[in-house]
C-alpha cells in the first residue's frame, strides 16, 4: 500500500511538472505572438521593402524577423582581416545567450559583397564556422539594398580592390519592432553591455 502511494505521488508529481512547463512554453508562445502583432514606428527596420536572400537560398523581408531580438553585423566572406574578429565577436555574444533566450534572438550577418557571396557561399561560410542553427541567418540583398541598409546600421563601406572592402566594425541590436536599441564598435570590444541588452530585450 505504502510503495502505491509513494508511486501515485511520484506520477502526481511528474504530471504537475510536464503541466507547468508546458504551460510556461504556451505563455512564451502567446507573449512571442503578441510582439509579432504589435504596430511597427516609423524607426523601424521593419518598413524597409528589401527582399533577401539566405545561405539556404530563400528570399526573406525584413519583415519576417519580427517578434525577435536582432543582433546585426555587415560582413564579407572573403575578408580576412577585421570580418573573422567580428565573427568572432558574434560567436562570443551568442555564447552568453542564455538557452531560455536563444529562441527569441537571431544573429544576422548581411554580406557587403553580394556579387561574391552568393548563398553557397554563405552557407558553406555558415558550416565552416560553425553557425549553423537556425539563429543564425545570413542575407545578401542587392548592392542598392545592402548600402541603404547599411546607412541605417551607420556602417560605411567601400570597395578598395577587387576583393577587398575597408568598412566600420559596429554589431547592433534591434527590438521585436526592428527599433536599433543599442550598438558595439569596434573589434574584440567588451561585450558585456550588448549582451545585458539582448537578455534584457529578449523577454
Excluded at 564579407?76 to 551568442?94: E, G, N, Q
Excluded at 549553423?132 to 560605411?156: H, I, P, Y
Aim: charged share 25%.
Amino acid at each position: 500500500m505504502k510503495s502505491t502511494i509513494i508511486l501515485l505521488f511520484g506520477v502526481c508529481i511528474l504530471f504537475c511538472s510536464c503541466h507547468e512547463e508546458k504551460k510556461q512554453e504556451e505563455q512564451s508562445h502567446t507573449i512571442k505572438m503578441e510582439k509579432e502583432n504589435q504596430p511597427i514606428s516609423e524607426l523601424s527596420i521593419y518598413n524597409l521593402p528589401s527582399v533577401w536572400t539566405t545561405q539556404n537560398n530563400k528570399e526573406i523581408e525584413l519583415k519576417e524577423l519580427k517578434g525577435n531580438v536582432l543582433v546585426m553585423v555587415m560582413i564579407y566572406t572573403s575578408c580576412k582581416a577585421a570580418c573573422p574578429r567580428l565573427v568572432a565577436d558574434m560567436r562570443s555574444i551568442a555564447s552568453q545567450i542564455p538557452e531560455a533566450k536563444k529562441n527569441n534572438v537571431k544573429l544576422i550577418l548581411v554580406s557587403i559583397d553580394p556579387e561574391t557571396d552568393t548563398p553557397q557561399r554563405l552557407k558553406k561560410f555558415s558550416i565552416e564556422n560553425d553557425m549553423k542553427s537556425d539563429q543564425w541567418v545570413f542575407l545578401r540583398g542587392s548592392k542598392e539594398d545592402t548600402r541603404e541598409f547599411a546607412a541605417v546600421l551607420a556602417v560605411n563601406y567601400k570597395k578598395i580592390s577587387p576583393m577587398d572592402f575597408s568598412h566600420s566594425n559596429i554589431i547592433s541590436v534591434f527590438d521585436q519592432k526592428g527599433e536599433l536599441a543599442h550598438q558595439q564598435e569596434g573589434l574584440g570590444v567588451n561585450n558585456k553591455e550588448t549582451v545585458s541588452k539582448i537578455i534584457e530585450l529578449a523577454h
